[in-house]
């Protein structure tokens, strides 16, 4: 195989993979399975909020009262011909900004116009995070641009960084449950990190990370100091109904299926690439310096400085 052919097989494995996890098609397969009875309201959040909004809009129709989507500045306006009343937030990724901080007083705005009888469903995708935020009180932008950019460079795994940002927010951690005013809730997920918790992918907006709350990592005394002390709610939140609608994995066996069409067999490595993207990429050059020529893969979630 010449290095063209070896570059266009790649390239065409790498489209199949994205096609298996793409927004729309999820979305769209996970509704005709799993009808919802209207009215409904959608609130898309993250890097393919537009594309599982569109999905959400070919099958709900008629029955898609408004919907709201946040997605990073930069991309292009969702286009959804004949849709419903579709509001639209750019934000800032990876550190949040003003949009982040709009976002998310539009966020609740919306939710709490919207009639007491109508059904909500969120879509979250990677980015998330970032792109919607609520801070807590004593807690400005200035604050949150200081400690994202410091988390993103900690080298922490994604779980550490949300157990901090969950601590300056009114809505991470499940916190988002408390404006629900009793509508009924669920969530379709894309899963951008390792362990498909769904308490870690964006923060957890509506349901609260697993394992001890008090389990933080080790941090510098300056951003200890912003972190207010969490009070428990004295009343139980609701219990919202998640499903994971594509993963890492299921990208990763697309291009397994994909490549042995094309008479290759491609191997995962079971570990999910982790941290800092540098030393990720040099862990893969030294095990591919040990191995036979082959088709390796890898997923996961690195960070980015």
């Known amino acids: 195989m010449t290095t063209v052919q070896a570059r266009e097989l790649l390239v065409s494995l790498f489209r199949v993979a994205l096609e298996r996890v793409h927004g729309h098609a999820c979305v769209s397969r996970h509704l005709l399975a799993n009808p919802l009875p209207g009215p409904v309201a959608t609130v898309a959040i993250g890097k393919a909020a537009g594309a599982m909004t569109s999905g959400a809009v070919e099958v709900l129709q008629e029955s898609l009262v408004s919907g709201l989507v946040i997605s990073p500045a930069g991309q292009a306006e969702i286009d959804v011909t004949d849709s419903a009343n579709i509001t639209h937030y750019f934000a800032e990724h990876p550190v949040p900004g003003r949009g982040s901080l709009a976002a998310g007083a539009g966020l609740l705005a919306f939710i709490n116009e919207l009639p007491v009888d109508c059904r909500l469903l969120f879509l979250i995708s990677g980015g998330t995070s970032s792109l919607v935020e609520v801070p807590v009180e004593g807690i400005g932008l200035p604050e949150l641009e200081r400690v994202n950019r410091w988390l993103l460079g900690s080298g922490f795994d994604i779980a550490q960084m949300n157990r ?47 394992g001890p709350a008090g389990m933080l990592p080790e941090l510098p005394d300056w951003l200890s100091s912003l972190l207010p002390v969490r009070v428990e709610l004295n009343a139980p939140l609701p219990v919202v109904e998640h499903h994971i609608v594509a993963t890492n994995h299921d990208a990763l066996a697309a291009i397994v299926e994909a490549a042995a069409q094309r008479g290759h067999h491609a191997m995962i490595d079971t570990e999910p690439l982790t941290g800092d993207v540098h030393v990720a990429a040099e862990r893969i050059v030294e095990y591919l310096q040990k191995e036979t020529p082959g088709l390796y893969l890898w997923g996961g979630e690195t960070t980015v400085v």
Do not use: F, M, Y
């Open 164 to 210: 901090v940002r969950t601590l300056l927010s009114r809505i991470k951690g499940g916190q988002l449950r408390a404006w629900l005013g009793g509508r009924e809730t669920c969530a379709l997920l894309l899963s951008d990190v390792p362990t498909n918790d769904i308490g870690i992918i964006g923060s957890g907006l509506l349901h609260p990370a697993s």
